[in-house]
């Protein structure tokens, strides 16, 4: 935990005071989805009384990635169609879309970091089905993927000039984007999300996991590897952007559990391609919602 000033304490609570609360709805849907004895009536309850996600999912599932012969015109149909876990995910993003600013500098597009967002949580959550489904959940990788960097959503809204000034510096320098947050702001996302996460009410597990993601000396856990291994390629092929370019020297970084090759680790995915739509198709969401 860095050391704060009671003045930076103070803006950095207040600023994560301002952010919109975490959807009810969505931590509904999260808790339901849990139980395996949800019904799929159940969770077209909850959706069906949140008209925003309802015309989201629908937007969604009538797009052209899932190619239907009809258009669905229903949330009991869309539930039907893309079962309990995509419906979750749906509604996962919906809710970090509907969490963005209104912001974009040369250094920082928020649809390029809900992209990335989307498709570090898609790859974290194949990583633990394929190496640490015993130790972690892959639904939790997900989520920790999909939220990892919501701190920068957190400076973008409440602190713009200054987390510019920090993303410039990352990008005409080559630092590391949380340096230059500590360097211009005092503290970095990885710390502010954390505090988010917490405010919104998310396990311990996932609180640490955003605290920690840049962190190199924390000691190996599971998620964390999956969060930590399916950022550092999505950064390194530049699947959407936030903001944080890829160094080569990372790579001494990383999670060794994967293996030391991390074109190899790509390669064990198959067609990337493939696994990446629904990210793709996912962040299609906000368009045309904000500006």
């Given at each position: 935990?860095?050391?704060?000033?009671?003045?930076?304490?103070?803006?950095?609570?207040?600023?994560?005071?301002?952010?919109?609360?975490?959807?009810?709805?969505?931590?509904?849907?999260?808790?339901?989805?849990?139980?395996?004895?949800?019904?799929?009536?159940?969770?077209?309850?909850?959706?069906?009384?949140?008209?925003?996600?309802?015309?989201?999912?629908l937007r969604v599932i009538n797009s052209a990635y899932y190619a239907l012969p009809n258009k669905i015109g229903s949330v009991g149909q869309a539930v039907v169609y893309l079962g309990l876990?995509?419906?979750?995910?749906?509604?996962?993003?919906?809710?970090?879309?509907?969490?963005?600013?209104?912001?974009?500098?040369?250094?920082?597009?928020?649809?390029?970091?809900?992209?990335?967002?989307?498709?570090?949580?898609?790859?974290?959550?194949?990583?633990?089905?394929?190496?640490?489904?015993?130790?972690?959940?892959?639904?939790?990788?997900?989520?920790?993927?999909?939220?990892?960097?919501?701190?920068?959503?957190?400076?973008a809204h409440t602190m713009a000039a200054e987390f510019t000034l920090a993303l410039g510096i990352a990008a005409q320098e080559g630092k590391p984007l949380y340096l230059a947050e500590q360097?211009?702001?005092?503290?970095?996302?990885?710390?502010?999300?954390?505090?988010?996460?917490?405010?919104?009410?998310?396990?311990?597990?996932?609180?640490?996991?955003?605290?920690?993601?840049?962190?190199?000396?924390?000691?190996?856990?599971?998620?964390?590897?999956?969060?930590?291994?399916?950022?550092?390629?999505?950064?390194?092929?530049?699947?959407?952007?936030?903001?944080?370019?890829?160094?080569?020297?990372?790579?001494?970084?990383?999670?060794?559990?994967?293996?030391?090759?991390?074109?190899?680790?790509?390669?064990?995915?198959?067609?990337?391609?493939?696994?990446?739509a629904e990210a793709q198709t996912f962040a299609q969401i906000g368009i045309g919602e904000r500006g």
């Amino acid at each position: 935990m860095p050391q704060l000033s009671p003045e930076l304490e103070r803006r950095l609570t207040a600023a994560v005071d301002r952010m919109p609360a975490f959807p009810k709805s969505v931590q509904t849907i999260l808790a339901m989805t849990r139980d395996s004895n949800c019904l799929p009536k159940q969770l077209v309850g909850v959706i069906e009384k949140d008209p925003v996600m309802t015309l989201r999912i629908l937007r969604v599932i009538n797009s052209a990635y899932y190619a239907l012969p009809n258009k669905i015109g229903s949330v009991g149909q869309a539930v039907v169609y893309l079962g309990l876990n995509t419906i979750k995910n749906l509604a996962l993003a919906c809710a970090a879309a509907g969490a963005l600013p209104r912001f974009h500098t040369d250094f920082f597009d928020s649809q390029q970091y809900l992209l990335h967002s989307l498709a570090v949580a898609s790859l974290a959550r194949l990583l633990c089905e394929k190496h640490t489904r015993s130790e972690a959940d892959p639904g939790d990788c997900y989520v920790a993927g999909l939220l990892h960097d919501f701190g920068k959503v957190v400076f973008a809204h409440t602190m713009a000039a200054e987390f510019t000034l920090a993303l410039g510096i990352a990008a005409q320098e080559g630092k590391p984007l949380y340096l230059a947050e500590q360097e211009v702001i005092g503290a970095d996302h990885a710390f502010v999300g954390a505090l988010l996460a917490k405010k919104w009410q998310f396990g311990e597990a996932l609180v640490a996991c955003i605290r920690d993601h840049h962190a190199a000396d924390v000691a190996p856990q599971a998620m964390l590897d999956c969060l930590r291994m399916a950022d550092a390629i999505c950064r390194k092929q530049s699947i959407g952007a936030a903001g944080n370019p890829w160094r080569e020297e990372e790579m001494a970084e990383l999670p060794t559990r994967f293996g030391s090759d991390l074109d190899a680790v790509v390669a064990g995915f198959g067609d990337l391609n493939k696994h990446l739509a629904e990210a793709q198709t996912f962040a299609q969401i906000g368009i045309g919602e904000r500006g």
